[in-house]
Structures are given as structure tokens and as C-alpha cells.
């Protein structure tokens, strides 16, 4: 059976104040962490400048580790909070705008089912997403700040989706066993 080729993938768990990544490799079942940290916008000044900041950063990110696809959290808006979201909105669109003007696709998410998929609840907290992040890639401990284990979740989420919608060695959802 053929494997899939190596894809290098950059997992984004976007924040204004803290942005989350991490870049992998997938091939076939294998996941391989490249790295993972956050880019840090100032926490007082201007948004517009707090923007460059994402931008620059997660566009430095791309430059140096060369990822072929973003996998990014999709924009989650509560009822409660819509100016939360707005400026959500606004950090997610300069992210987006990096992967564009890098070349690479992007792939969104909802953070549920990201949940879902690592830990087996779609409402997970935070700290059983570190934990379910340590075996995949083998850490010693949970990654912290949360943010990455969040970014590192994103990127693995792509990974397993994009096993199981290869043709070639995924998984046959109606059957739930390999595909020959």
C-alpha cells in the first residue's frame, strides 16, 4: 500500500495578544513536530499595530519553516461577546492573509472538533488538550502556554483529516477499517 507524501503543515491557534502555532510533518501515520511557540502582539498600543505584529510574525513563521498548508481554528462567535469575535476576526484575517501571500492553502477548524477528535469531548478544557498533545509527538511535558498545545491540536486535526480522506491508506468511514 502507498503512503502519503510528506506534507509540512503549520497548526494556528489565533489570538490577539497571543497566537499559537506549531509545524509538523505528516507522513502516512507518522507526525513529526518541527516546532511550536507563539508570536506575542503587544499587549498595549494601537490594534492596527498589534496586527502588524500577528502578521509579521506568522509570516516569518511560513518563511523559515516552509509549511504547505495552514490549519487554522475557525472564528467562534458567542452571543455574549460579539466584539471578542470582531477582533478575533480581525487577528484570523491577517493570518490568512500571510498563508495567501506565502503560497499556502489553508484549512479551518472548529475548535470542537478538534476537541473532539484528541480527546474524545468537543467541550474539552484546555489542560486535557495539553495532555493529549505530550504521546503524538512525544513531549515530556504539556506545551505551554496553552496556546500551542492548541496550535499543536489544529495541526494534528489536519493531519488525521487528511488521512482519512486520502484514497490511499485512509480510512473507509462506512466500514471504519483501512482502505485497500
Do not use: W
Not at 513563521?61 to 481554528?73: Q, R
Not at 455574549?80 to 477548524?109: C, D, F, K, N, W
Not at 511535558?141 to 486520502?166: T, Y
Amino acid at each position: 500500500m502507498s503512503t502519503l507524501p510528506t506534507l509540512r503543515i503549520v497548526g494556528i491557534d489565533p489570538g490577539l495578544n497571543i497566537t499559537g502555532y506549531a509545524v509538523i510533518e505528516s507522513t502516512g501515520q507518522q507526525v513529526k513536530l518541527i516546532e511550536a511557540g507563539v508570536v506575542r502582539g503587544k499587549s498595549t498600543g494601537s490594534l492596527a499595530a498589534r496586527l502588524q505584529e500577528i502578521f509579521e510574525g506568522v509570516r516569518d513563521v511560513i518563511a523559515s519553516l516552509s509549511p504547505e498548508v495552514m490549519a487554522i481554528e475557525q472564528l467562534y462567535s458567542h452571543y455574549e461577546r460579539p466584539t471578542t469575535a470582531i477582533l478575533m476576526g480581525h487577528a484570523r484575517g491577517v493570518i490568512v492573509l500571510a498563508a495567501q501571500l506565502g503560497g499556502i492553502e489553508v484549512q479551518s477548524y472548529a475548535a470542537t472538533k478538534v476537541k473532539k477528535l484528541l480527546t474524545g469531548n468537543g467541550r474539552a478544557p484546555k489542560a486535557q488538550v495539553q495532555q493529549a498533545v505530550i504521546q503524538p509527538f512525544r513531549l515530556s511535558k504539556a506545551p505551554e502556554p496553552p496556546d500551542v498545545a492548541d496550535a499543536m491540536a489544529i495541526a494534528l486535526c489536519h493531519h488525521f483529516h487528511r488521512r482519512e480522506s486520502s484514497p490511499i491508506g485512509g480510512l473507509n468511514s462506512k466500514r471504519g477499517r483501512a482502505a485497500s
